[in-house]
């Protein structure tokens, strides 16, 4: 692991604090009129998703984690698990839902994301910013039913449930952003 300290944090760098692994969410240097400079970070637990404020001395020595991160396919669900294979090696892995968290809502199968690994352990999923995928179930418009904005329910291939605008037909495909949960466009 290399070492880093406090002073090189940047927002986004994985750590190993204590044996957990943590996301700096924000961070900053603090230096007051009196006694020593230190910073303030906000650290999300990568594995349980919990919040914790810290303050390190400023200077102090962290250990930085070496996350991996690799292409790969979605191939097809395996009871609950998912099924990804590798991009390059053509390994297969089985990821839990819990490790995926909302992204399970966006894949597809033979879509592709970026598997996080610390090790041999899988700790995230980062997917593109946006994804396309089919409407399976909605309400029909109904004709004079226009009014500017209105939005409908709409089932979409996953399971996710969108608000889409009153012309979106059953069947079609729309452009989902995957940061948001919300409906962008027609695909």
Do not use: C, W
């Not at 404020?53 to 396919?73: L, P």
């Not at 700790?123 to 029909?140: C, M, N, R």
């Amino acid at each position: 692991m290399p070492t880093i300290t406090t002073n090189d944090l940047k927002n986004g760098m994985t750590l190993e604090i204590e044996a957990d692994l943590v996301q700096v969410v924000e961070f900053q240097h603090v230096k007051p009129g009196k006694g020593h400079a230190f910073v303030r970070t906000t650290l999300r637990n990568v594995r349980t998703g919990s919040v914790v404020d810290r303050t390190f001395r400023a200077g102090e020595k962290v250990k930085r984690a070496i996350i991996d991160k690799r292409s790969m396919q979605f191939l097809y669900r395996d009871g609950a698990d998912y099924v990804f294979m590798d991009d390059q090696t053509y390994d297969q892995m089985q990821v839990s839902p819990a490790t995926l968290g909302d992204a399970s809502n966006y894949l597809v199968e033979q879509s592709t994301a970026l598997i996080l690994l610390f090790g041999d352990e899988v700790i995230g999923v980062e997917l593109p910013a946006s994804v396309e995928l089919d409407i399976t179930e909605t309400e029909p418009g109904v004709q004079g039913d226009r009014v500017s904005g209105a939005r409908k329910p709409a089932t979409l291939e996953t399971g996710l449930t969108v608000q889409v605008p009153l012309f979106i037909e059953m069947g079609e495909r729309v452009k989902v952003d995957t940061r948001s949960g919300e409906y962008l466009s027609r695909a």
